[in-house]
T-cell receptor, first 112, second 112 residues
């Protein structure tokens, strides 16, 4: 079953605010990915992380691969209306088949 | 043109009917996946294929079957649809490893 816990499940913020969300696991992962899904579309990859402690940015987005290999964080700075959507974390476990496990998603709503 | 396409985009059917969802890709990827998305549950893997004629069960394969007759096509079938199979279905592709998956736009299936 699902082994990634993503929080918060939803966020309602004002435009310009910073956003933080995280994903935790009971198992060790060797890859963490962050996706964004907009209405009517499939998820699109934002950031990929491959090494414990790694910190990677993509514009206003920054993600980190936790030192324990059991968590990851995504931050969005100075949010804008087009940041609205559902953000998913995904991971690949060291043991097991070569497939991804997804978190439940964080739905981000921005008030202008 | 989109790299990963899904047909149909929307489908309403009745309990007991056989349904097939199609996925096509022009990315030249060898690996293809079918996911199901339900509110609050994120994406769950149904089946995946690493090459033509290669089929592997995912997390929730019961009630579903797949066919990979060509590298570019991966179809998902519901032999006898039931209401709790109402969901958003996504196809995805990747190459090499499963780290970066590219998703189609999704098929919204409603089973009455």
């Amino acid at each position: 079953g699902q082994q990634l816990n993503q929080s918060p499940q939803s966020m309602f913020i004002q435009e310009g605010e910073d956003v933080s969300m995280n994903c935790t696991s009971s198992s060790i992962f060797n890859t963490w990915l962050w996706y964004k899904q907009e209405p009517g579309e499939g998820p699109v990859l934002l950031i990929a992380l491959y090494k414990a402690g790694e910190l990677t940015s993509n514009g206003r987005l920054t993600a980190q691969f936790g030192i324990t290999r059991k968590d990851s964080f995504l931050n969005i700075s100075a949010s804008i209306p087009s940041d609205v959507g559902i953000y998913f974390c995904a991971g690949r476990r060291i043991q097991g088949a070569q497939k991804l496990v997804f978190g439940q998603g964080t739905r981000l709503t921005i008030n202008p | 043109d989109a790299d990963v396409t899904q047909t149909p985009r929307n489908r309403i059917t009745k309990t007991g009917k056989r349904i097939m969802l199609e996925c096509s890709q022009t990315k030249g990827h060898d690996r293809m996946y079918w996911y199901r998305q339900d509110p609050g549950l994120g994406l769950r893997l149904i089946y995946y294929s690493f090459d033509v004629k290669d089929i592997n069960k995912g997390e929730i394969s019961d009630g579903y079957s797949v066919s990979r007759q060509a590298q570019a096509k991966f179809s998902l079938s519901l032999e006898s649809a039931i209401p709790n199979q109402t969901a958003l279905y996504f196809c995805a592709t990747s190459t090499g490893s499963a780290d970066t998956q590219y998703f189609g736009p999704g098929t919204r299936l409603t089973v009455l």
